[in-house]
């Protein structure tokens, strides 16, 4: 099938769809949009390859997320469909489990790992920096790419290191890793991409980008070679579906805005992010 589009970091084996998840991957192939479910932890990395598995266009990259490795962490959105903080995190990289899941064909990457410091405790670094450094182990074994999460402190906080969330992960990269990768929902600055884009790595924007005027300078400067599209749904939906939860065909919106950003036709721009993820994750879309 000759996709227009790939959701690079999308999460349908999160609850948020835990009941309507056929519609919505129905909806997703109507509309001629691929897509990576993202694992966090052995539960939703496990749901992520049954579902690339049984599905079109679907892919998985399995992993521990750092909320999930960090004792003591309040997660608001994955494990209460409330949005009451619930405490999580507290799960240890089991390799051997993962390592047997990424026999599937379908299993394009190892993560979401890397560092958060916003909803983890502060004492928190060594657990986070164990499991991020036993992934890029095992993607190192397997040669598959990364999927790197970065998420800095809450406003007027330190980070736990003194430095810039980005420049933790890159030192920890820089250090361990051998294999490619992305750094998914990207805030940072240009520098700091180009010091990864130096390291084999990828940067890619979400819905966000619809919004906040904020990144456009960001996005102008990028290489188009260098990016790609995302939801992260069911989080940040992009205008027009600001305030409804995110689904993976929203992942057009991201990509029209690349291209008004850009001032480039969309369709070379649909194009080149379809490049750019076949080359990073070695699958066919076209």
């Known amino acids: 099938m000759k996709y227009t589009c790939i959701d690079t970091h999308t999460h349908l084996n999160l609850p948020a769809f835990a009941e309507d998840r056929e519609e919505v991957l129905a909806r997703t192939l109507a509309d001629q949009v691929a897509h990576i479910n993202i694992g966090t932890t052995e539960k939703t990395s496990k749901l992520a390859v049954e579902i690339a598995d049984a599905n079109e266009g679907s892919w998985a990259i399995i992993g521990l997320h750092p909320i999930q490795a960090a004792p003591g962490s309040e997660d ?31 299993v394009v990457g190892i993560g979401e790992c890397g560092y958060d410091y916003y909803h983890t405790p502060k004492d928190s670094f060594a657990v986070q920096e164990e499991a991020f450094v036993a992934q890029i182990q095992l993607a190192n074994e397997l040669g598959l790419p990364l999927m790197i999460h970065t998420r800095g402190p809450q406003p007027g906080e330190e980070s736990p290191t003194g430095r810039s969330v980005y420049e933790d992960v890159y030192q920890t990269l820089k250090q361990y890793s051998k294999v490619p990768g992305n750094i998914h929902f990207y805030a940072g600055t240009l520098p700091e991409a180009e010091k990864f884009f130096e390291l084999g790595f990828t940067v890619s924007f979400t819905g966000v980008i619809t919004f906040a005027k904020m990144y456009e300078d960001l996005v102008r400067a990028i290489p188009l070679t260098h990016m790609h599209a995302e939801t992260d749904s069911p ?4 205008v027009p579906y600001r305030g409804q939860r995110c689904e993976p065909r929203y992942v057009a919106e991201v990509v029209k805005k690349i291209a008004e950003i850009k001032q480039l036709p969309l369709e070379e721009v649909q194009e080149q992010l379809l490049l750019n993820a076949e080359r990073l994750y070695k699958i066919n879309l076209h």
């Not at 608001?76 to 990424?102: H, K, M, V, W």
């Not at 989080?235 to 992009?238: F, L, T």
């Open 235 to 238: 989080y940040v939906s992009p």
């Open 76 to 106: 608001e959105d994955e494990d209460d469909r409330g949005g009451t903080p619930a405490p999580t995190g507290g799960e240890a990289f089991n390799s051997d489990f993962y390592r047997t899941l990424a026999k599937s064909s379908k």
